[in-house]
Nanobody, 128 residues
Framework: QVQLQESGPGLVKPSQTLSLTCTVS??????????WSWTRRPPGKGLEWMGA???????WYSPSLERRTSISRDTSKNSFTLQVSAVTPEDTAVYYC????????????????????WGQGTQVTVSS
């Protein structure tokens, strides 16, 4: 059973960099055939796929966020990270990490595809 857990600060000031880590258990981020992704849900809006990294370390980003987003991994900790720079209140959202055989994870955290795994999500608020 693949399990994912997001961690990071719940409050970030405008113009700062948001940084979250997803720690994975039950699978290896370097050898198992998943895309390890980040998705967010702003309040009152739908899910927004942000980007993903695969077992080879190749990375994909949403074109709308690519300029401010960075995804990396720490193989020694079996974890991967998300950084969003120059945040504004519009970056306030619940942030989820997920594992999927598809580049863009399908379903939702509440109605998962059978092949996908989601973290529980972490609330990040951008406010001064």
């Amino acid at each position: 059973q693949v399990q994912l857990q997001e961690s990071g600060p719940g409050l970030v000031k405008p113009s700062q960099t948001l940084s979250l880590t997803c720690t994975v258990s039950g699978a290896s981020i370097t050898s198992d055939d998943y895309y390890w992704s980040w998705t967010r849900r702003p309040p009152g809006k739908g899910l927004e796929w942000m980007g993903a990294i695969n077992s080879m370390g190749s990375i994909w980003y949403s074109p709308s966020l690519e300029r401010r987003t960075s995804i990396s991994r720490d193989t020694s900790k079996n974890s991967f990270t998300l950084q969003v720079s120059a945040v504004t209140p519009e970056d306030t959202a619940v942030y989820y990490c997920a594992a999927s055989p598809n580049l863009m994870v399908g379903g939702t955290p509440e109605e998962k595809e059978d092949s996908d795994y989601w973290g529980q999500g972490t609330q990040v608020t951008v406010s001064s």
